[in-house]
């Protein structure tokens, strides 16, 4: 006799129907999505898309209008004093006590957490070696840099071991090396079995993620793995260098055959529909003493593209 068939795991956030106006703003309207057990999952977007309202409401820090929201199996609204125990997060704003140190930081944020004495001291020092911090645990928090401040705000997030992560946009106004430091944090967090909800304005972080989804004035307008979103791109991605990149976007931007035509500094990314190459319709055009490359394409492209036809498919 064969095993029984394994039911699949139930996914570790699923929201429906996900509503919330602030007076006359409809902050987010109608959301649907789920995220997987273990999966990272990032939730992209412009300023202003709705997705640290989304992050609240799963967090429980605010109420939705209407729809549902589960965490585990758990709806955020109806069952908040089981779902809390079991997420960590961590806000865009610094929190932190900036006149505390940062074990002193560690330290409250645990109690009131509910960590115990034992597990504090055997958790914190753990994790402020993990985060780099280990040596600046006498620093107040005041005094470290961007980057710092925002790995001591994911180490006091861990100290409870919470199964699900709601990261807002936890790397915006930091160094380069430091974003890339934290993601290596991610990973690192990730394969320990870490599930990660991460917002996020940068497309090159959707790279490093499981899932994502796009989200634009409070709707989720595309969500796959990346490899599914760029997929919904047609056509082929070319760079083109020239010595006038202005001037080159909006005479490619007209031609036949080009999809979309993006400045990105001193050359210009051209989605072209397949058919040939575009050198000889640049030619006819004036665009002399130009370099043209095939590239794969990068999440920036594709959600420049996804936006193009968005906007086209609302005029």
């Given at each position: 006799m064969g ?7 139930a996914?570790a956030v699923?929201?429906?129907g996900l509503?919330?106006?602030?007076g ?8 649907d999505l789920?995220v997987?057990?273990?999966?990272v999952?990032?939730l992209?977007?412009?300023d202003?898309?709705?997705?640290s309202t989304l992050?609240r409401?799963?967090a429980?820090t605010?109420?939705?209008?209407a729809?549902r ?7 955020v ?5 089981a ?12 929190s932190?006590?900036p ?6 930081n560690m330290?409250?944020f645990?109690t009131?957490r509910?960590?115990?004495?034992a ?6 020092p ?12 006498d ?12 790995k001591l705000?994911l ?8 199964d699900l992560?709601l990261?807002d946009?936890p790397?915006?106004?930091v160094?380069?090396?430091s ?6 944090i991610?990973a690192?967090l990730h394969?320990?079995?870490?599930t990660?909800?991460v ?5 090159d ?6 899932q994502?989804?796009?989200l634009d ?9 990346p490899a599914?979103i ?5 056509g082929t ?7 006038d990149?202005?001037?080159a ?16 500094g ?6 072209w529909?397949g058919?040939?190459r575009?050198?000889?319709v ?16 990068d999440?920036?492209?594709?959600f420049a ?8 498919g609302?005029a």
């Open positions: 095993g029984q068939q394994q039911a699949p795991a996914p699923r929201v429906s509503r919330r106006s602030f006359a703003v409809v902050a987010v309207d109608g959301v789920e997987d057990d273990g999966g999952f990032g992209l977007g412009p202003g898309a709705g997705k992050i409401m799963l429980t605010l109420a939705p209008d729809g929201a589960e965490v585990f199996g758990l709806s609204t109806g069952d908040t004093a779902v809390r125990p079991r997420i960590g997060y961590m806000s865009q704003r610094f932190m006590y006149d505390l140190s940062v074990a002193e330290e409250f645990a009131v509910g960590v115990s004495k597990v504090r001291r055997e958790r914190a753990r994790l402020l070696e993990a985060m780099g911090l280990a040596e600046f645990a620093r107040q928090a005041q005094h470290l840099s961007g980057g710092m401040k925002q705000m180490a006091t997030t861990l100290m409870h071991e919470p992560l990261l946009e790397t915006t106004g160094d380069p090396v974003r890339r430091e934290f993601w290596r991610l690192g394969r320990e079995g870490k990660v909800l917002a996020t304005p940068y497309m972080e959707a790279e490093r993620c499981t994502i989804a796009f004035a409070g709707r989720i307008r595309q969500a796959g793995t599914e760029k997929a919904l791109v047609p991605l070319f760079e083109v260098r020239t010595a990149s202005r001037t976007t909006r005479v490619l931007a007209g031609l036949p055959g080009v999809l979309s035509a993006h400045p990105l001193d050359v210009v990314r051209v989605l529909d058919t040939g575009p050198e000889p640049l030619a006819a055009a004036g665009l002399q003493d130009t370099a043209i490359d095939p590239i794969t394409p999440m920036e492209t594709v593209y996804l936006a193009d036809a968005q906007q086209a609302a």
